[in-house]
């Protein structure tokens, strides 16, 4: 039997009058990626800001590694080995592509104990992430593209065992979004598990062995990129939309 990294139970959230995610459950097995879709508005950053502790669930429970992690603080979960991105690029704005990384490597499980051990560490990460070239670079020097690219970098430098990826192909080329498939399937091939929200169809197909279907809050098909992509509901609701 496949070892969960995590699990969601019933997961909800309210604001106001409005529920925005309702009774959601899914698992995400160790060391494969898994795939969030759905329309804007479905409700899928919203499951990932209640993964991530951005907002506290109004009910239900996040368990990663057997451990119930509802409710905890942001800053501890870099020590737990969660890192996401955003789907609102955040980089630090006044500090280089380099700067940037050594931010989440001296942040990251690996307690490095100085900044030239962060500084290396940082290197590394650059160089594996085809972002060396530009590490002298300030984020408003790079087109989207990097920007995109040095947000994967800053959370990889965390050194973290689940990744967290919010539709960071959003916006690129076809050229640009097999290079991020390629990135991703080496991320995942060094052992880290990635969970990601995203809408282009082929590259939810390459990279998932599972996508969970959300709409209106609610989760409305779970299984392989070819069950859900045949799935009649689905269809109607997205994908046949977006063809439309």
């Known amino acids: 039997m496949s ?13 106001r009058g409005l529920k925005a995610v309702s009774d959601v459950s899914f698992t995400v097995e160790k060391g494969k990626i898994t795939g969030m879709i759905g329309s804007n508005g479905a409700g899928k950053t919203t499951v990932f800001n209640m993964i991530s502790g951005q907002l506290a669930p ?42 940037n990384v050594i931010s989440g490597a001296m942040f ?11 500084r290396e560490y940082a290197l590394e990460i650059l ?7 530009r590490k002298d670079l300030f984020p408003k020097d790079m087109g989207t593209p990097y920007k995109k690219r040095l947000e994967v970098a800053r959370a990889l430098a965390t050194d973290p065992e689940l990744l967290l990826l919010d539709e960071v ?20 091939e060094n052992g880290t598990t990635i969970l990601l929200i995203e809408h282009i169809m082929r590259a939810v197909a390459s990279l998932c062995k599972k996508v969970v279907v959300m709409h ?8 392989t990129p070819e069950q859900v992509m045949n799935d009649p509901y689905v269809i109607e609701i997205y994908l046949g939309k977006e063809e439309d």
């Open 216 to 223: 209106h809050g609610q989760k409305i098909a779970e299984g």
């Open 169 to 188: 192909m959003a916006g690129l080329n076809p050229t640009e979004t097999d290079e991020a498939v390629e990135l991703f399937h080496k991320i995942n």
């Open 58 to 99: 109004s009910s239900g429970k996040i368990i990663y590694k057997g451990n119930d992690i509802t409710g905890t603080k942001t800053y501890k979960y870099s020590d737990m080995g969660i890192a996401r991105t955003f789907q609102i690029m955040k980089p630090l704005r006044n500090m280089s592509v380099l700067d």
């Open 3 to 15: 070892e969960q990294i995590l699990e969601i139970q019933d997961l909800s959230k309210n604001f």
């Open 127 to 133: 160089e594996f992430t085809g972002m060396y070239d």
């Open 108 to 118: 990251g499980r690996k307690h490095l104990s100085n900044a030239k051990e962060a």
